[in-house]
């Protein structure tokens, strides 16, 4: 073992051992300095793969090039949307009923996480479930150049699990070297009026290459069924709030969530017809272009199994292209188990998008 991955090692065991010091602090918008030293992304995924040697192979997943009318001489944006499973949760209250515990241990479920962000590379990361962002995901995500900002829901349910690393929340990562920070809100969802346990990001950044700004948001609404009404709220809140920070669609904008809800659900439909002119990105996967993938989470709970399209990443349609999806795990590498497993961490799949701007100089989103 070489000087440099002695280093990581103990930065990524120190990681397994740290409390979550600031789990009350609402959230963080600064790296820490203790943790600037610079990680080579390749000496830390040589690092998670040792941890993981013992664990099958990753899966294969690929890109699929989209059409798009227009070509783009900047560097594309690669964003990636993720429920990453909070770990209090997935212990203590998902009741996966086919998943071993073994595959749920946080110093091995932990790697395998960084290993898919480690994969894609992401410029963008937008995360939820994030319940161990203080002592794991900032301080290794800063020193691989990511700024974080963690927003963490109110009352979160994995308080109520014995022995919790603190809240869950949502998360939002981007490269330093890429975006300039323009502003950032934090927002507390309401619904018919009301505050609720739900939260949101929104970013505006400044490509440092094109000087092009666009907003990017993540969030978390509100899970189960009976619930749908207040979804919708949620999300009318969400664009409501979106509507002022892009003011009034001026500037472009990415949502990447877990909405909890399928296509057929009212959030998705206003959603797809606000006047922020959004589309949804993984429909460009589908034949026709219309369709959403059948599945981004699929598990077997002690309550049955549950196959669901609940995550997305919305754009502005006329202000910006996908110029490439990740393909989705197939049915055969989810396997009868499916998810979380040995294999994927998550009861979600991850979602990442190339995304460029149009170039029309009176392109409007
Ligand atoms: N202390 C207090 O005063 C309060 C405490 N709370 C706590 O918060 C909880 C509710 O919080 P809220 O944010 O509304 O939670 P949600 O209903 O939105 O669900 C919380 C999490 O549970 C997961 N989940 C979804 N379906 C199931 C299922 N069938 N079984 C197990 N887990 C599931 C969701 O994952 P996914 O999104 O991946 O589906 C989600 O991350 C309460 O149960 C309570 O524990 C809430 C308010 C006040
Ligand atoms: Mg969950």
Redesign the pocket.
């Known amino acids: 073992m070489g000087n440099g991955t002695s280093r990581l090692y103990s930065a990524l065991t120190k990681t397994l051992n740290s409390s979550a010091a600031a789990q009350h602090a609402e959230y963080l918008e600064s790296p820490d300095p203790e943790h600037l030293e610079p990680i080579d992304p390749k000496e830390l995924l040589e690092e998670c793969r040792a941890v993981l040697h013992r664990r099958p192979p990753r899966y294969q997943r690929d890109f699929v090039a989209l059409r798009t009318d227009h070509p783009s001489s900047h560097p594309p944006i690669r964003v990636m949307q993720w429920?990453i499973l909070?770990q209090a949760?997935g212990e203590g209250?998902?009741?996966f009923a086919q998943c071993p515990v073994e595959a749920l241990k946080w110093e091995e479920r932990k790697c395998l996480i960084l290993e898919e962000i480690l994969a894609y590379q992401p410029d963008i990361l937008c995360l939820q479930?994030v319940d161990h962002y203080f002592d794991t995901f900032q301080p290794l995500l800063s020193r691989l150049g990511y700024q974080g900002t963690f927003f963490p829901?109110p009352?979160?349910?994995c308080?109520?699990v014995e022995h919790n690393n603190g809240p869950?929340g949502c998360a939002l990562f981007f490269l330093q070297n890429r975006f300039k920070l323009v502003h950032s809100a934090n927002i507390r969802l309401t619904a018919m009026a009301l505050k609720t346990?739900?939260v949101a990001i929104a970013q505006t950044l400044e490509c440092k290459e094109s000087s092009r700004q666009f907003c990017i948001a993540v969030t978390?609404l509100?899970?189960?069924t009976g619930w749908e009404q207040f979804r919708s709220a949620q999300g009318c809140d969400l664009l409501r709030n979106l509507q002022n920070i892009t003011q009034g669609a001026k500037i472009p904008l990415i949502i990447c969530g877990?909405f909890?809800a399928e296509p057929t659900e009212e959030v998705y439909r206003h959603f797809a017809s606000s006047s922020l002119n959004l589309n949804s990105a993984y429909k460009l996967l589908s034949a026709d272009g219309q369709s959403e993938p059948p599945y981004t989470?699929w598990k077997i709970?002690t309550?049955g199994e549950s196959r669901h399209t609940l995550d997305y990443i919305w754009y502005s349609k006329h202000a910006l292209s996908v110029q490439s999806a990740l393909d989705l795990l197939t049915e055969e590498q989810i396997g009868p188990n499916r998810l979380p497993s040995f294999n994927y961490p998550s009861?979600?799949l991850s979602l990442v998008c190339d995304f460029s701007f149009n170039e029309e100089p009176d392109g409007l989103s």
């Open positions: 429920n909070a949760l209250k998902d009741n479930e829901k009352w979160s349910p308080l109520d869950d346990n739900q978390h509100k899970a189960r877990d909890n989470t709970r309550s009861d979600h």
